[in-house]
């Protein structure tokens, strides 16, 4: 199983950019595609990005396409979401999870490590 860790969410005004990172330990990380989902107060837990085991195949949801983009670094078992032209919609407490096969899915059971989540606040 991987371990997993966010940082880098924060408190941003619309239209900025913040750079969510997750750090996993494990041996299996490079074996296996990665997600980012968001859940929002009063909100179910919903799929952001996801990225295929190698980097050569993503997906992401309608709401962030053309905005957020996701990619991982095997060698320094990292993955990352770049967001630019941030909404207040986008808030929310992002997480990073480990799928348990190798090519990308918006499905949640298709997760089965998760991080303990990063709070990313947008104000108006």
């Known amino acids: 199983q991987v371990q997993l860790v966010e940082s880098g969410g924060g408190l941003v005004q619309a239209g900025g950019s913040l750079r969510l990172s997750c750090a996993a330990s494990?041996?299996?990380?490079?074996?296996?595609?990665m997600g980012w989902f968001r859940q929002a107060p009063g909100k179910e837990r919903e799929f952001v990005a996801a990225i295929s085991w190698s980097g050569g195949s993503n997906r992401y949801a309608d709401s962030v396409k053309g905005r957020f983009t996701i990619s991982r670094d095997n060698a320094k078992k990292t993955m990352y979401l770049q967001m630019n032209s941030l909404k207040p919609e986008d808030t929310a407490v992002y997480y990073c999870?480990?799928?348990?096969?190798?090519?990308?899915?918006?499905?949640?059971?298709?997760?089965?490590?998760w991080g303990q989540g990063t709070q990313v606040t947008v104000s108006s």
């Open positions: 999870a480990a799928a348990t096969g190798p090519y990308t899915t918006s499905n949640i059971a298709g997760f089965g490590s």
């Open positions: 494990g041996r299996t990380f490079s074996s296996n595609a």
